[in-house]
């Protein structure tokens, strides 16, 4: 293998392998004319043609675009579909101006290359968690490309195929495994990929600038086949990653530092996430996201374990969560469980798991994180006679009680003024909470509500499982239309509430039907509706209402969560939902969420 002339060698390779003019497709542009359709697009707001807020043409009505995720390759594909040459750049919400009527995409996600906005990925039409002030919009290349060719797709299979020739290769990578039980034991197998350091200089984990002509990396028996394919992807950027791969991948992509392909290789893994009743595998994909430095990986396997806390604390995996793990999960406001109560009782058994090696330290810091203003009044009471940690950690209970004693039995006016008091103090916000009376469960499939008995339990019991039956099973049915339901809650948590009621009207429209009813307008389906029904509400600038519908498939898992925006709540479909869930049998649970303002 020769070093000299290298670089110059590549750089010809590839001019060869581009493909001649003569074999090249020509593809020349013009301008839609006449009626728009479905999925056109345009630019509004802007002096300029070549710039403006993107509208998409649906249902005979122009609508907007929401600029979640918003990003180059989407202002390229629109540029594309509107035939500039290309884009200069996304441009974030109401930079040209507010758009009006509908906000037809949102959380668009392109590669590039496709044809049109529509064939991108996005949250479904009319879905969307925004408003006209985050309308999105392009600044494209002034010029159409009417006589602009364009053949950039070509040159990926182009150098695809300089690839599996190995002509002019300059620079070799070792993957090498050892057959023994340890590291370094046993035969040494090995996989060589010959590849062009130009081109490998792109990432720096290869070290292909420098003046080696070879690497070694040590790879596991599973991952060894696999690096062909990734060093593949460096000349192509495509690659098939599999739900079996995208361990393998994700590796690879993180020891060379591809960030871009780590992120898409670590997305599949919240396919696998709900695969394991266990538990076992989130908790290790956890900490190989943490080792990996993934945090798009670490927070997809963090929400989902918040989401399903009330299994994970009564799974095999609960005596293997690191003290580490559990400070993140009780830190979070989407913490899923019956009640904050439920939190203390999950941690208490936590640190009594066998051989649990936590000293008082990491104790007081997990035990910190319980919001005890949100344990109701008569269970707070109970706390100091009945919590096994209450004796070694007296002054931090005696501290953290008289915060939660404050918070029910004093205005919200007098609280803020109080030394316990701290503004964006997390104590004071609630969860999302599943127990009496704060959520009412209904099963798609069923024509009737369910709504939850109010048992008295042991607390220790309550933890240990009977909680979980209770949540779950002890449910009478209520003969009500599925459209139509009520609920009655507290006007907040706090026990100077304890007897004024707010009258809550509860929707779910699975038809159109179902909408024109009721009198209400739908943008797309199916559909959940949450309405304070109650009539001349005293606390309009104190309290408001945070309300989540949860979505859980087949009551084994809660895969998908929702802001109420206004009163609406568009379910998502397909692969539109946080995680799969096989079948369409969902399971509603409309929280309520009181917070102070």
Known sequence: MQKHGAMLSALWILLLHVSPLGSMKLSLFKSPMGSPEVGDIRLAGAETHSQGRVEVYLHGEWGTVCHNGWDLPDAQVVCRQLHFKGAVSAVAGGSFGEGSGQIWLDRTKCVGTENSLSNCSYNGWGIRDCTHKQDAGVICVAGTSENYVDHSLDLSEDLGQLFDSEEGCDFLIHGQTYTGLKRYDGEMVNTTVCAHRMILSRFPGFNASTDVDEISINLTQTCRPHLPSLIRYVYTRR??????TAECIHQLASRFGMRRLMEDAGRLFTKLLPEDPSFLTQVSFYEYSVGAGDRVLQENCLQYMAWNFQKLSTSKAWSSVSAELLQALLSRSDLVVPGETFVLAALEDWVSQVNRTTNEEQQAVLLARVRFPMIPAKELFEVRFTSALYSAHQTLYEEKLLKGFEAHSLPFGTLKNSSTFQRNDQDYQPRIYTGPPWSVTVNQSVENVR???????????????????????????????????????????????????????????????????RGVRCDSLPA???????????????????????LSCQGRYIFHIMDFKGTFAYVPTGENVTYPCTGEEYIYHFVVRPEYI
Not at 239 to 244: A, H, I, K
Not at 534 to 547: A, L
């Open 528 to 550: 959940a509706r949450i309405r304070m029904s109650t009539s001349n509400f005293q606390y309009q600038g104190s309290i408001r209402y945070s309300n989540r519908l949860l």
């Open 239 to 244: 690659l098939e990653v599999t739900t079996t």
């Open 451 to 517: 709504r939850p008995i109010n048992i008295q339990y042991n607390r220790r019991d309550r933890y240990r499982g009977s909680y979980s039956q209770y949540d779950y099973q002890q449910y009478y049915n209520t003969p009500m239309p599925r459209t139509s339901q009520t609920h009655s809650t507290p006007v907040h948590i706090s026990a100077l509430f304890a007897d004024k009621m707010v009258d809550w009207q509860l929707n779910l429209f699975n038809k159109q039907s179902d909408c024109s009813n």
